[in-house]
């Protein structure tokens, strides 16, 4: 599987932007996704997850009510809905696969195939 992230970008305290990840492979939809972020000098964090059919997601606490995942297995794509964003937000966010462990697996070497990220800035 061989993901594209895409839609970051610079905008100010309090807006929004939506990612995107495209997924080449037939067994997208056999999958798990879920949206991760680096900031300069941190360890990479969870931010979302999402089941192989789109019934079922889960969140960081510290987007929780912000952001939403969803998925549409027709176009390969996982999406990653940002609204009242934050400068703690600033990040660079990649997408990755989460082939054999639960939902709430919020742990990045529980993730396999990552996106190559995309930049995310919020300023204040």
């Known amino acids: 599987v061989q993901l594209q992230a895409s839609g970051g970008g610079l905008v100010q305290t309090g807006g929004s932007l939506r990612l995107s990840c495209a997924a080449s492979?037939?067994?997208?939809?056999?999958?798990?996704m879920g949206w991760f972020r680096q900031a300069p000098g941190k360890e990479r964090e969870f931010v979302a997850a999402i089941n192989w059919s789109g019934g079922s997601t889960y969140y960081a606490d510290s987007v929780k009510g912000r952001f939403t995942i969803s998925r549409d297995n027709a176009k390969n794509t996982v999406y990653l809905q940002m609204n009242s964003l934050k400068p703690e937000d600033t990040a660079v966010y990649y997408c990755a696969v989460n082939r054999f462990y639960s939902l709430r697996s919020a742990y990045p070497t529980n993730y396999d195939y990552w996106g190559q990220g995309t930049q995310v800035t919020v300023s204040s």
């Open positions: 492979g037939r067994t997208f939809s056999d999958y798990g």
